[in-house]
């Protein structure tokens, strides 16, 4: 990963311990794929993504959630929950975009 990126997942990572969040992970890999942030809020895991553009040349960076990551993502948070079947889970998406940074939190962001 590249220092932006890591500045980037720094930013989000105090955003979600800002907002009462306890940080569980970053970074965890699996053969199936890496989820950037772990957490926990109220019982709740919270599998978050981290995506990040500086400029517009290949679409923000929500364009860059695309199937093929959403389904690595569902694939290793099916991996993490299996030391845990009973637990809750929501997957949320963090766009951090332009040049300022500007960050984008979306909560519950597959639905799943």
């Known amino acids: 990963m590249n220092r932006?990126?890591?500045?980037?997942?720094?930013?989000?990572?105090?955003?979600?311990?800002g907002a009462g969040l306890r940080l569980l992970e970053r970074n965890w890999r699996c053969r199936l794929g890496e989820i950037d942030l772990?957490?926990?809020?109220g019982g709740v895991l919270?599998?978050?993504?981290?995506?990040?553009?500086?400029g517009w040349g290949f679409g923000g960076a929500?364009?860059?959630?695309?199937?093929a990551k959403r389904a690595r993502l569902l694939a290793a948070a099916?991996?993490?929950?299996?030391?845990?079947?009973q637990a809750q889970c929501r997957f949320d998406v963090f766009l951090v975009e332009g040049?300022?940074?500007d960050v984008k939190w979306i909560r519950n962001a597959f639905g799943e």
């Open 4 to 17: 932006a990126g890591a500045r980037a997942e720094d930013r989000c990572a105090e955003l979600l311990r």
């Open 38 to 41: 772990i957490a926990e809020e």
């Open 46 to 54: 919270v599998f978050a993504e981290v995506r990040m553009r500086r």
């Open 62 to 67: 929500g364009e860059s959630v695309t199937a």
């Open 78 to 85: 099916r991996l993490y929950l299996s030391r845990q079947p």
């Open 99 to 101: 040049p300022a940074g």
